[in-house]
């Protein structure tokens, strides 16, 4: 028994210190240097720091700002998404022309039942692939009018068009965006940040973090990012699983 004992002492003590030892290895691996390589203090594109440099965030989330649906807009809504998840899961289900035309009857429904966002896939889905020069005038307008409501992703979607062409508009239609909740207008600036600015590292945690919290996934790369920067790897993997 008293041999038992020992052992047990000296096992229980073994595997203290491993665990100790675990711990302190991982502490070790979340305190590493800083990756800031040649980042400056700032942005290098001027409308982006102009616009964020000394912006005062809330985080707010985008249903606040969000038209709500009736119970037969999300209805018919929720049947257009369900109907996409399975055709986008089975190969070269849309080549089959049946299953296009329901997908844009299923569509049209819910744009008559009322679905905003019914109207907001449409008026994409219309810019993207333009019938004609009149149906893009049209979808224009309509995503003009979603912005002037304060719907969140049409003012998020109108901004990202943008890119390249017009910066400072973009960044603008971006800081509305955030303002009014938008998850994917956080993330986006956010994530322009993280690499760029060092100086605006604070306000980029703030604005993937409020990301996160309405349930965005894609803000925990760039937070994944932060953390790998600033040393913290144990802290990145933990944010990117």
Same mark, same amino acid.
């Given at each position: 028994?008293?041999?038992?004992?020992?052992?047990? &002492?000296?096992?229980?003590?073994?595997?203290?210190?491993?665990?100790?030892?675990?711990?302190?290895?991982? $502490? %070790?691996?979340?305190?590493?240097?800083?990756?800031?390589?040649?980042?400056? !203090?700032?942005?290098?594109?001027?409308?982006?720091?102009?616009?964020? /440099? +000394?912006? =005062?965030?809330?985080?707010?989330?985008? !249903? @606040?700002?969000? *038209?709500? !649906?009736? *119970?037969?807009?999300?209805? @018919?809504?929720?049947?257009?998404? +369900?109907?996409?998840?399975?055709? %986008?899961?089975?190969?070269?289900?849309?080549? $089959?022309?049946?299953? =296009?035309?329901?997908?844009? $009857?299923?569509?049209?429904?819910?744009? =008559?039942?009322?679905? #905003?966002?019914?109207?907001?896939? $449409?008026?994409? #889905?219309?810019?993207?692939?333009?019938?004609?020069? !009149?149906?893009?005038?049209?979808?224009?307008?309509?995503?003009? /009018?979603?912005?002037?409501?304060?719907?969140?992703?049409?003012?998020?979607? #109108? @901004?990202?068009?943008?890119?390249?062409?017009?910066? =400072?508009?973009?960044?603008? &239609? &971006?800081?509305?965006?955030? +303002?009014?909740?938008?998850?994917?207008?956080?993330?986006?600036?956010?994530?322009?940040?993280?690499?760029?600015?060092?100086?605006?590292?604070?306000?980029?945690?703030?604005?993937?973090?409020?990301?996160? /919290?309405?349930?965005? @996934?894609?803000?925990?790369?760039?937070?994944?990012?932060?953390?790998?920067?600033?040393?913290?790897?144990?802290?990145?993997?933990?944010?990117?699983?």
């Amino acid at each position: 028994m008293k041999f038992t004992s020992f052992s047990a &002492l000296v096992l229980s003590g073994l595997f203290a210190c491993g665990a100790a030892s675990a711990a302190k290895t991982f $502490d %070790d691996f979340n305190h590493g240097p800083t990756a800031y390589d040649s980042m400056g !203090e700032l942005a290098t594109e001027p409308h982006l720091v102009a616009e964020f /440099k +000394d912006k =005062k965030f809330v985080c707010r989330s985008e !249903e @606040a700002a969000t *038209p709500q !649906e009736s *119970p037969a807009a999300a209805a @018919a809504f929720r049947q257009l998404v +369900d109907y996409a998840a399975i055709g %986008d899961a089975k190969d070269h289900f849309w080549q $089959d022309a049946g299953n =296009k035309k329901k997908r844009e $009857d299923l569509l049209a429904a819910a744009v =008559k039942a009322g679905s #905003w966002k019914a109207v907001w896939l $449409d008026t994409v #889905w219309t810019l993207r692939y333009p019938a004609s020069p !009149e149906a893009t005038t049209q979808a224009n307008a309509t995503l003009q /009018k979603m912005i002037d409501q304060g719907v969140p992703i049409a003012t998020y979607t #109108w @901004a990202s068009s943008l890119y390249g062409r017009d910066y =400072k508009t973009m960044y603008s &239609l &971006l800081s509305t965006a955030v +303002d009014r909740g938008s998850p994917q207008a956080m993330t986006l600036i956010g994530g322009t940040l993280v690499p760029q600015a060092r100086a605006m590292h604070p306000l980029a945690k703030t604005l993937l973090e409020c990301a996160v /919290k309405q349930g965005y @996934a894609p803000a925990y790369a760039s937070l994944g990012k932060l953390a790998w920067m600033e040393g913290h790897r144990l802290d990145a993997y933990r944010l990117w699983a």
